[in-house]
T-cell receptor
Framework: DQQVKQNSPSLSVQEGRISILNCDYT??????FLWYKKYPAEGPTFLIS?????DKNEDGRFTVFLNKSAKHLSLHIVPSQPGDSAVYFC???????????????FGTGTRLTIIP | KAGVTQTPRYLIKTRGQQVTLSCSPI?????VSWYQQTPGQGLQFLFE???????NKGNFPGRFSGRQFSNSRSEMNVSTLELGDSALYLC???????????????FGPGTRLTVL
């Protein structure tokens, strides 16, 4: 049972436009969410995160939105650049008392291709 | 179809000891990747195996090693444990080599290693 779902395996966006990657989750206990970016031949790298006490977190061109009632989060990249072409994983966790990222659950990823 | 399984789920060791973690990929998947997850660091790539051959290795000391068996099951070993090795170790499997950019990665639940 996939508790974190990325229903779009791939997405193509024109350079300069907005890229929106979506992620849905089913476990209402999740309270911390992360996005990872993965280039070929490299491991995933952390991109941005959001706690359930917030509904938006912004870092440069990247913004993550969280809709707890819909159990949905999205990653917006504006403007999209060729270097953004990668696989993006969302992940969710139930934060333990020692911030150990217990029960970290990943989605299966969305391959984003930025078209020059 | 059964998912990626990792054993044990939790492990407590003391400094200087060694540890072996096991990962069984999804049936039919020939690629297994290992990651270390620590608070604030995100996922850090350890190594990837495909058809019993190590394809790619991250920036970890030689104390971290791995292997893959003919049935695609993989083990990672950490020798001479240090306090900083305390982390969640994730393994992920895919049909094609993940480092080649092919195939979705499916992650296991992880092994929580605590070094005292």
């Amino acid at each position: 049972d996939q508790q974190v779902k990325q229903n779009s395996p791939s997405l193509s966006v024109q350079e300069g436009r907005i890229s929106i990657l979506n992620c849905d989750y089913t476990n209402s206990m999740f309270d911390y969410f992360l996005w990872y970016k993965k280039y070929p031949a490299e491991g995933p790298t952390f991109l941005i995160s959001i706690s359930s006490i917030k509904d938006k977190n912004e870092d440069g061109r990247f913004t993550v939105f969280l809709n707890k009632s819909a159990k949905h989060l999205s990653l917006h990249i504006v403007p999209s650049q060729p270097g953004d072409s990668a696989v993006y994983f969302c992940a969710a966790s139930v934060v333990g008392a020692n911030f150990g990222n217990e029960k970290l659950t990943f989605g299966t990823g969305t391959r984003l291709t930025i078209i020059p | 179809k059964a998912g990626v399984t990792q054993t044990p789920r939790y492990l407590i060791k003391t400094r200087g000891q060694q540890v072996t973690l096991s990962c069984s990929p999804i049936s039919g998947h020939r690629s297994v990747s290992w990651y270390q997850q620590t608070p604030g660091q995100g996922l850090q790539f350890l190594f990837e195996y495909f058809s019993e051959t190590q394809r790619n290795k991250g920036n970890f000391p030689g104390r971290f090693s791995g292997r893959q068996f003919s049935n695609s099951r993989s083990e990672m070993n950490v020798s001479t444990l240090e306090l900083g090795d305390s982390a969640l170790y994730l393994c992920a499997s895919s049909l094609a080599p993940a480092s080649g950019g092919g195939g979705e990665q499916f992650f296991g639940p992880g092994t929580r290693l605590t070094v005292l």
